[in-house]
């Protein structure tokens, strides 16, 4: 313990080394017990501000002023009401139906061939590369 420990400790938890934390308070007391006079006045100094802390007293407000709180304060708000349970239900279906159509997307997008719509043909040349699943056999402007 030296004197900068102890000025940080009187600091923080005053004057009263009862009050502050133990594994501190042995090396305090020693330092303290050694008269130096630089350590004793900050225990003074500690001491004469808690002292000064401890008669401060704060006046309780005017009823007045009370009654005016009181009277301006917002009135409590009622809680909104819980989704009811049907609507969370469709919104869970809703959800699924979503899901469900964004996988079809995925599938379908992945199940075409990835060639120029308007390939060297001239035409629509997709019509002939065909799918995965096998290329069309029937031509598409006869029917």
């Known amino acids: 313990m030296n004197p900068a420990r102890f000025r940080q ?6 004057g009263d080394l009862a009050r502050w934390p133990a594994p ?5 007391q020693a330092l303290a017990s050694r008269g130096e006079p630089a350590v004793v ?17 704060i006046r309780p407000p005017h009823a007045a002023l009370a009654s005016l709180i009181v009277a301006r304060a917002p009135l409590p708000r009622p809680a909104p009401a819980a989704i009811p349970r049907r609507w969370r239900w469709g919104l869970g279906f809703a959800g699924l139906g979503a899901a469900g159509a964004l996988a079809g997307v995925l599938v379908t997008a992945g199940a075409m061939p990835a060639v120029n719509p308007l390939g060297p ?7 002939a590369a065909g799918t995965v699943f096998g290329t069309s056999t029937s031509d598409w402007s006869d029917n």
């Open 24 to 28: 501190e308070r042995e090396a305090a």
């Open 41 to 57: 006045r900050m225990l003074e100094d500690a001491a004469a501000l808690d002292a000064l802390l401890q008669a401060h007293r």
């Open 9 to 14: 400790l009187t600091d923080a938890y005053g």
């Open 121 to 127: 043909l001239g035409e629509a040349s997709w019509m």
